[in-house]
């Protein structure tokens, strides 16, 4: 099931800031997107995210789907440690995740 997460109904309350360390910023770069990239995403409409139950059994994670400011189309996935999010893996959508972001823009209005 896709939720939809707009930045009107995402509560920032409960995240105080992204979690970087050598680590991610590492394996995002070898994707091509820069951290600044990926925390935009949160950010613009639309945003939506799933839960991905098929890759981490010792924290819950998510798959995040969105467009940054310069409307470049990302995938991620992502999980929240201690009121942080915590990019862990990062690339471009590929064209089946470009045609549903395309559809959940076209329904929203965004």
């Excluded at 930045?7 to 994707?31: P, R, T």
């Excluded at 819950?60 to 009121?83: C, Q, S, V």
Aim: hydrophobic residues 30%.
């Amino acid at each position: 099931m896709v939720l939809l997460c707009t930045s009107m109904n995402w509560d920032f309350e409960e995240i105080s800031e992204f979690e970087w360390d050598e680590g991610n910023l590492a394996h995002i770069k070898k994707h091509g997107v820069t951290d600044k990239e990926c925390e935009e995403i949160f950010l613009n409409e639309p945003f939506y995210y799933e839960e991905d139950q098929g890759h981490s059994v010792s924290e819950t994670r998510f798959e995040a789907f969105g467009g940054t400011d310069a409307n470049r189309k990302i995938f991620l996935i992502f999980t929240i440690r201690n009121n942080k999010i915590r990019v862990v893996s990062t690339r471009d959508q590929n064209k089946k995740e470009r045609r549903n972001y395309e559809k959940v823009k076209k329904n929203t209005g965004s």
